[in-house]
């Protein structure tokens, strides 16, 4: 589900919110979220905010492939609840013809936990190769596109 989020200049960013569940299974010794975890909830955020663009087809759908280039985590608080979803932003910057980079927060009403960047490429199974996005990929990736607002700060 997608959600106007406004901006400090007035304008509006269309972000994707996915209130993910954390499960028990996911905390580590002290209560707190695993830090392996949380690749798994941005995975799950991309794949919610793009299912759209999953070919029904299961041979399409392996020539209309992702693949995750690059990933960075910052932690900034330790998430200690399994009670209660946590709720996850996600945006897109940097949309090219091969790849574009996501942005995430991972947080709740008091604190952000984690922000991180996700680089993912277009890639073809069939061919084993890198392929190019096609206009209506584009289109879905622009649609959540903002340059201004970068994850991380």
Not at 60 to 79: C, G, M, V, W
Not at 96 to 106: G, M, Y
Request: aromatic residues 10%; neutral net charge; contains cysteine.
């Amino acid at each position: 589900m997608a959600r106007q989020v406004p901006q400090l200049s007035g304008a509006a960013v269309s972000r994707h919110i996915y209130h993910c569940p954390v499960r028990w299974s996911d905390l580590d010794a002290n209560g707190h979220l695993n830090s392996s975890r949380y690749g798994v909830l941005l995975e799950e955020t991309r794949m919610r905010m793009f299912s759209m663009l999953v070919p029904k087809d299961p041979a399409e759908r392996l020539a209309r492939n992702f693949l995750l280039r690059e990933q960075t985590i910052r932690y900034k608080h330790p998430l200690e609840t399994w009670e209660t979803p946590v709720r996850i932003e996600a945006w897109v910057t940097d949309v090219k013809r091969v790849s574009l980079t996501f942005h995430f927060e991972v947080k709740d009403d008091e604190r952000v936990y984690a922000t991180a960047t996700s680089v993912v490429a277009g890639y073809d199974s069939i061919r084993s190769g890198i392929r190019r996005f096609e206009q209506d990929e584009l289109d879905v990736f622009n649609s959540y596109a903002d340059s201004t607002q970068v994850a991380g700060n």
